[in-house]
């Protein structure tokens, strides 16, 4: 974690915002914090880690598979769902290569114009 310095800046004649009071509690806290960090106390922060909660173990486990580079992201596929049934069967009418692929062919009629019939 890193400190970051903010310099305030301040233009001659234009007030920004309300005066902040040196002694309040808020500020007195903020000023205790700030000397933590640069002494390099660690402060802890955020809501503490159940280390063996159910959560914790999913994400252990999802470092691990990370680290292998067939990792999967999103939901997991259901073989059993309608649409997974249907796109099987698909696959293998296309392997048999009794799967019609793209449009029908359009049926052309020849248009024998009025003159040629004449002829």
Sequence with gaps: MSVVNVLDVKVKG?????KIDLNS???????EMRAK?????????GRPVV?????????NELAVKRAN?????GRQI????ARQIRLADLEA????GTC??????????????LIDMLK
């Design 14 to 18: 234009v007030k920004t915002g309300r």
């Design 25 to 31: 509690v808020r500020q007195l806290r903020l000023a």
């Design 37 to 45: 960090v640069e002494s390099g106390v660690v402060i802890k922060r």
């Design 51 to 59: 280390e063996g909660s159910v959560r914790q173990v999913r994400i």
């Design 69 to 73: 580079p067939t990792f999967k992201l």
């Design 78 to 81: 259901d073989p059993n769902s």
């Design 93 to 96: 009418r296309r392997a048999l």
């Design 100 to 113: 019609k692929r793209g449009r029908p062919a359009l049926n052309k009629v020849e248009e024998i114009s």
